[in-house]
């Protein structure tokens, strides 16, 4: 009997081809794999060592300060390295500092060590107190970016960005805490009587005593100037991230528009003319503005405006104008809890006059400025004197032309 080969089905063998090669591929992927890890670990000078922690860190930096003084040194941090090191942080937050056009958080105005405090809060996660100074919405964004960060780094950027974009050093160099908050980085440069005419404007809604209107308004007596420039600085330069950390976040849409066109000189200015006039302080003293007399004593006060004589005509005018404004405010000024309408009674005429004005153009003026702008568009500057002389006068208890008696020719408001 014949003996027959038996056939091999060609598939079969296509598939053994296959599964060989695929095979091979694997045994020469894993070999390959052997030898580059063995080829890291034993290079000479490539030995991976064991991370520093943050005390050696921290005691590596303090060594590299005494071994290296430099005039660049400010706040623990070295300005010049620091720079250097801004270079990737100016992809977000702009080589002047201003976060692209508000699209990332500015840097102008922050203290080198309340930057240094933020920037390690995002290294080493203290997710709590970034959200107790408004930055707990950017914990996730920045923690990447901090993560990698020395304590040295931390220091020399914080200097930089301190320098560099107007916040100063913050501190008294690590003296006691109550005495740097009144500091707020340096007594401010300025000039009171530039300040006092560029204030008029501010009066409006400030008050000229600049005690906000009866508290409609911010009351901006007893500050430090160098804390009102932050402030006004981070209201033109758009910087919400600090306004938030300070309690003025909601503020922001009112003041901006009215601070944006302020020169660094207008901020000075005003910040010490504000300090000097309603008690403040520079650099935690006796406000003192460049005025010459070194702090000592604060300048004189300027007398109290003499009241403005108005005819009764023009209260009566106010009072029948003052009609539709007590449906919000009150028949007797007294401000109105359903429409959060604020206390008009005391207000003097001329900040009445010049807020009216303001809504009059459109610009809103505080929270309440989408009721008060319709209300304001139409009124002729003879209605806005009038309701200006009427508020001023309402709290008295018997307005001109009531008595019985002799009429009086006019009536005094302030």
């Known amino acids: 009997m014949a003996q027959h080969t038996p056939k091999v089905d060609p598939m079969s063998k296509v598939v053994g081809f296959v599964s060989a090669l695929v095979l091979l591929a694997a045994v020469f992927y894993l070999v390959n794999a052997l030898f580059n890890t063995v080829d890291r670990n034993t290079t000479v000078g490539e030995v991976v060592e064991k991370p520093e922690t ?31 090191k801004y270079a ?4 977000c937050h702009g080589a002047d500092g201003k976060g692209q056009g508000g699209a990332f958080p500015v840097m102008t105005g922050i203290p080198a060590d309340e930057a240094e405090k933020k920037l390690t809060a ?4 203290d997710q709590e107190y970034l959200k107790s100074v408004g930055l707990g919405d950017r914990y996730g964004t920045m923690a990447p970016n901090a993560a990698s ?50 204030y008029a404007s501010c009066a409006a809604c400030h008050g000229a005593d600049g005690n906000g209107q009866g508290g409609a308004f911010p009351v901006l ?65 006796a406000a003192d503005g460049g005025n010459g007399n070194g702090g000592a004593e604060p300048a004189a006060k300027a007398e109290p405006a003499e009241p403005v004589i108005v005819d009764e005509s023009l209260v009566k005018q106010g009072r ?4 539709s404004c007590a449906i919000c405010h009150g028949d007797e000024g007294e ?15 001329d900040q009445t006059i010049n807020l009216l004005k303001i809504y009059r153009k459109g610009q809103e003026m505080g929270p309440n400025s989408y009721a008060m702008i319709p209300q304001a568009k139409n009124l002729t500057d003879d209605d806005i004197e009038a309701l200006g002389a009427y508020i001023a006068v309402m ?20």
Do not use: H
């Open 395 to 414: 709290d008295q208890e018997e307005l001109p032309g009531e008595s019985d008696g002799d009429a009086p020719a006019g009536a005094a408001a302030q």
């Open 54 to 84: 943050k005390e050696e860190t921290k005691t590596a930096s303090a060594d590299d300060a005494a071994e290296k003084p430099s005039a660049d040194d400010s706040a623990g941090g070295n300005i010049a390295a620091g720079e250097q």
């Open 320 to 323: 029948a104008l003052y009609s």
């Open 122 to 125: 995002y290294r080493d996660g």
């Open 149 to 198: 960060l020395s304590d040295e780094d931390i220091a020399d950027l914080a200097a930089y960005i301190g320098d560099a974009f107007g916040g100063g050093a913050g501190g008294n160099g690590g003296g006691d805490a109550a005495a740097d908050a009144g500091n707020g980085g340096g007594a401010v440069d300025g000039d009171i009587s530039a300040g006092e005419q560029a």
């Open 88 to 91: 990737s942080c100016a992809a």
């Open 221 to 285: 007596t007893e500050m430090d100037a160098s804390d009102l420039q932050k402030k006004l600085i981070a209201y033109r330069d758009g910087d919400q991230e600090y306004l938030k950390s300070v309690g003025l976040g909601d503020r922001y849409g009112t003041m901006a528009p009215n601070a944006s066109n302020l020169s660094d000189d207008d901020i000075a200015n005003l910040s010490v003319y504000i300090a000097d006039a309603f008690g403040g302080t520079n650099n935690g003293g």
């Open 335 to 349: 401000g109105g809890e359903l429409f959060n309408a604020p206390k008009l009674v005391g207000t003097k005429m």
